[in-house]
């Protein structure tokens, strides 16, 4: 009597391996989905965690740190007598420097403290190294050393100080002011008093309607600032481009400095009460200038005597945002 030999054939292997293939088809975008929802739930936690080193920082100096001021010794950085024009942005301190020790690296900001004490005119660049809380997980292809991919509100963009008395924003256009100011000739002192403290803001739009700190990609290191560009987000009053560019543009330009990530659907913000959201990058333009602005009502356009009302502005502000709104 024969016996049966049992066994598949090639009809059913295919038919085996196509289920499979099918199975793993819809198994992978729910473990990539898995691996993007971790990324964005950390990146949301380095939000939060700068957030408090921005409001401890206010709470301990009170005045919020400026988006970038002079390397000089001693701190508050003021303009070192000896700089030109040409030189004083050549490298500037950023916002990052102030908050080092928030963030539990005070040995970098003693390193830059002694550096610039030494050196005279410093080199805030000498100051490297890779601070994980200023790297968004899913932006892990920029092998930069001193990569950052948060930047703060730096309110409109500033404008050629030659050009107007009134170039530089009013701290009602965002929330970090800039300090790189002067000239070589005359008010080569910068003024060190607070410009901006978070009480402000919540006098004006209130701080859980405007952004401190948000994302974006394009951004290149936290240790030196050629421009506000290199560490602001900055809103404009006619838009040009998509909110959410994601993609790395070299050299940095003014139209990329605004929200950028590389999370599918938008990018993520900490809000000056310390709350953290995602918002869409389909979200209107002029819902994301009322969350930049600090206190609409008081929004006036570098570059130009202060006007005394901005109507398109105005109506933007007057309504309350709901939880809806981003």
């Given amino acids: 009597m024969s016996r049966r030999r ?3 054939t090639v009809v059913e292997l295919l038919v085996v391996i196509s289920i499979i293939a099918v199975l793993m088809a819809l198994l992978l975008p729910a473990v990539q989905a898995a691996r993007e929802s971790s990324r964005r739930a950390s990146c949301t936690n380095n939000l939060r965690n700068l957030g408090l080193g921005v409001t401890q920082f206010e709470t301990s100096k009170q005045y919020v740190p400026a988006s970038r001021t002079f390397p000089s010794y001693p701190a508050p950085y003021t303009r070192p007598p000896t700089y030109s024009d040409s030189t004083a942005t050549s490298q500037t301190i950023t916002w990052v420097h102030q908050i080092l020790p928030e963030l539990g690296r005070p040995d970098l900001k003693q390193a ?4 610039l004490k030494q050196s005279g005119g410093g080199n805030v660049a000498f100051i490297k190294g890779r601070l994980q809380v200023l790297c968004c997980p899913s932006d892990a292809l920029d092998t930069t050393a001193e990569k950052m991919s948060y930047g703060c509100n730096g309110g409109l963009p500033d404008v050629d100080p030659t050009s107007s008395p009134f170039h530089y924003d009013w701290s009602a256009n965002g929330v970090f002011d800039t300090r790189v100011k002067g000239s070589a000739t005359s008010d080569n002192v910068i003024k060190v008093n607070k410009t901006s403290i978070l009480g402000d803001v919540a006098n004006g739009d209130g701080t859980t309607n405007t952004i401190m700190l948000c994302e974006n990609i394009n951004l290149l290191v936290w240790n030196s600032a050629s421009s506000e560009i290199e560490a602001c987000v900055l809103w404009q009053e006619s838009p040009n481009i998509p909110i959410n560019k994601n993609q790395i543009n070299t050299p940095l330009d003014l139209d990329h400095s605004r929200p950028s990530s590389l999370h599918p659907g938008g990018f993520c913000v900490v809000m000056c009460d310390g709350s953290t959201h995602f918002i869409a990058e389909t979200v209107d333009y002029g819902v994301f200038m009322r969350l930049m602005t600090s206190n609409g009502a008081k929004y006036k356009t570098p570059g130009t005597a202060p006007p005394t009302a901005v109507p398109a ?8 945002l709901s939880e809806d709104s981003y």
Avoid: E
Avoid at 112 to 115: P, T
Avoid at 313 to 320: A, E, K, N
């Fill in 6 to 8: 049992h066994a598949f």
């Fill in 112 to 115: 830059l403290d002694n550096d």
């Fill in 313 to 320: 502005v105005l109506t933007i502000q007057q309504t309350p």
